[in-house]
């Protein structure tokens, strides 16, 4: 076996410090992480509207805790994980990708893939919307996806399907097709080299304070009455 370099850090330092060492090679020129008392580097967006706006399909209640806890618990977290290492100069999309592929670093995974999910889910939400698809992205839920109606009956099968917590998702795959998956956990389908364009989160805590254990009415009533179909329409990759 040759010794390299990164064999002995290997040895010396332990695979965590591995992985970030090795990010940090690969990264040309990183910029100097900034100072403990500084602004936090990862920042929860604002929610798009009030924190009653969905109700009652998700009331204020379940909002402030799943908004107001567990998502800003999140950026919190990944801003603790992240402090003086290469992944707090990356945005989100780019830890994910990175993370995901990198079996030391599943609690980074684990908090910017919620932020991000949650980013995600939120901003799909924003009232005033479309309920329906049209354009460009219903002629391909047409071709590929059997139509309108079959592609909400089916995202929630795959959502009721879920075992445990984890997120269903529309995607777009790198080929351009339409899919649906389901993710486990904080996963994010940009971890498969897939595009999100619709995220339903599954997690009890999404739904359980208002339908208790009735998912599907929940998912149900999600694609019924908050899918903001222009927000997702604007996440399609068009090459
Ligand atoms: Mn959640």
Do not use: C
């Not at 389908?189 to 989160?201: M, S, V």
């Amino acid at each position: 076996m040759t010794i390299t370099r990164r064999t002995l850090v290997l040895a010396a330092a332990g695979a965590a410090t591995l992985a970030a060492s090795a990010a940090r090679a690969q990264a040309p020129a990183a910029p100097a992480v900034a100072p403990a008392a500084a602004a936090p580097r990862f920042v929860q967006p604002a929610l798009p509207y009030a924190d009653t706006a969905l109700a009652p399909v998700i009331s204020q209640r379940t909002v402030q805790f799943h908004y107001g806890r567990h998502h800003a618990g999140q950026y919190a977290a990944l801003n603790r994980l992240t402090e003086n290492r290469f992944y707090a100069t990356l945005s989100l999309e780019q830890i994910v990708r990175r993370a995901s592929i990198i079996p030391e670093d599943q609690a980074i995974l684990n908090q910017a893939g919620q932020a991000l999910n949650h980013d995600i889910y939120w901003r799909q939400f924003t009232p005033g919307g479309p309920k329906v698809a049209s354009g460009a992205l219903l002629a391909r839920i047409d071709a590929e996806m059997g139509g309108f109606a079959k592609l909400k009956t089916d995202l929630l099968a795959s959502a009721n399907a879920l075992f445990g917590s984890g997120w269903t998702w529309l995607v777009q795959n790198a080929d351009g097709k339409l899919a649906i998956v389901n993710t486990p956990n904080g996963n994010n389908p940009l971890g498969r080299n897939q595009t999100p364009l619709l995220g339903i989160d599954v997690w009890e805590h999404a739904y359980y304070l208002d339908w208790e254990n009735a998912r599907g009415d929940h998912v149900r009533a999600v694609l019924d009455e908050l899918v903001n179909w222009s927000v997702v329409a604007e996440r399609l990759r068009t090459s």
